[in-house]
C-alpha cells in the first residue's frame, strides 16, 4: 500500500482472476457436453431413422417399431450420459443380429 491508502491487494486480485479463470472454463467444458450430446443425438436420429426404415422393409412393421424405441431409448441415453450410447449401441447390434437370425430361420417362410 501507498502513504495514501490506495494500493493494490494482490492476494484479493489473484483470487479473482483465478476464479473468473476457473468459471470460463467450466462454461466452455459445459458448452463442448452439450455440444457432444448434440450431435451424438443428431447422428443416433438419423441412424435410426435409415436403420428404422431398412429394418421395417426387410423384417416388417413391427421390427421398425422396435428400432424406432432404441432411437428413442438411445436419446434418452445420451441426455443422460454422453457415454451411455455406446453401450446402448452394442446392446442394439446385439439384438437386431439376433432378430436376423432368427428372421432367417423362420419354419414358416
Do not use: D, H
Not at 490506495?6 to 458448452?31: D, E, F, N, P, Y
Not at 452439450?34 to 429394418?55: D, K, P
Amino acid at each position: 500500500m501507498t502513504e495514501s491508502g490506495t494500493g493494490i491487494k494482490w492476494a484479493a486480485l489473484s483470487t479473482t482472476i483465478a476464479s473468473t479463470v476457473l468459471v470460463t472454463l467450466s462454461g466452455v467444458w459445459i458448452t463442448a457436453i452439450e455440444s457432444a450430446i448434440g450431435f451424438q443425438i443428431y447422428l443416433i436420429n438419423g441412424l435410426g431413422s435409415f436403420v428404422g426404415a431398412l429394418v421395417s422393409e426387410a423384417l416388417g412393421q413391427s421390427a421398425g417399431l422396435v428400432v424406432a424405441s432404441w432411437r428413442a431409448a438411445a436419446v434418452q441415453a445420451v441426455e443422460a450420459g454422453p457415454l451411455a450410447p455406446i453401450l446402448l449401441a452394442l446392446e442394439a447390434v446385439v439384438i437386431l443380429t439376433l432378430a436376423f437370425a432368427i428372421w432367417e430361420r423362420r419354419p414358416y417362410a
